[in-house]
């Protein structure tokens, strides 16, 4: 089948450089953001969220910056490995009603060179 | 994957026929939901469930219904399927709703021919 990563933006980086994969939320009301790793034939793995109270959340190697002045989330990890070659995306919570819903952006596809 | 199988893995099937997938989580959670994920798209959400018995539409609902007769199952079922059903099929947990990360399961590609 068809893989998830075509038709994607693309990042490209060396072998332990720094990755920065962004992405524009749609919605100025939302509150809570999440970024997701999918590995070729697999599911969306949850790798780090945020809450729209703090600008900066930090995890193993990665990090997320919010800056809800232009409804910006960014994705940093730090020395890059070829492990990380996924396709990235983030979610937002829009409330929908009482009940949770995500929205998902169409993602990042990140290679990493050896 | 958090506790989660997704039942088939794979499936080709053909045009008009019924087919059903299911979900099954290990971790008692409250949500439950169907997405499905196409090149060019984000994940689209199909339905989800709130509860046993409670569920609702998604973005995408059209040609689909679904179950949840227990905390641990929700059922995916396309009635009569077609082509624009293929796709790979993701289901996904979370504990409290609102604000709550979701977790996923490992996926079911759908081939309908």
């Known amino acids: 089948g068809e893989s998830v990563g075509l038709h994607l933006p693309t990042l490209s980086v060396q072998e332990g450089d720094n990755s920065i994969i962004n992405c524009a939320y749609s919605n100025s009301a939302s509150d809570y953001f999440i970024w997701y790793k999918q590995e070729s034939g697999k599911g969306p793995q949850f790798i780090i969220d945020?809450?729209?109270?703090?600008d900066k959340r930090q995890g193993q190697r990665v990090t997320v910056l919010l800056n809800k002045t232009v409804k910006h989330l960014s994705l940093q990890i730090a020395a890059t490995q070829p492990g990380d070659s996924a396709v990235y995306f983030c979610a937002e919570n829009i409330a929908g009603g009482s009940n949770y819903k995500l929205t998902f952006g169409k993602g990042t596809l990140l290679t990493v060179n050896p | 994957d958090a506790g989660i199988t997704q039942s088939p893995r794979h499936k080709v099937t053909e045009t008009g026929t019924p087919v059903t997938l299911r979900c099954h989580q290990t971790e008692n959670h409250r949500y439950m939901y169907w997405y499905r994920q196409d090149p060019g798209h984000g994940l689209r959400l199909i339905h989800y469930s709130y509860g046993v018995k409670d569920t609702d539409k998604g973005e995408v609902s059209d040609g689909y219904s679904v179950s949840r007769s227990k905390t641990e199952d929700f059922l995916l079922t396309l009635e009569s399927a077609t082509s624009s059903q293929t796709s790979v099929y993701f289901c996904a947990i979370s504990d409290r709703g609102r604000g709550e990360t979701q977790y996923f399961g490992p996926g079911t590609r759908l081939l309908v021919l």
């Open positions: 945020i809450r729209s109270n703090m």
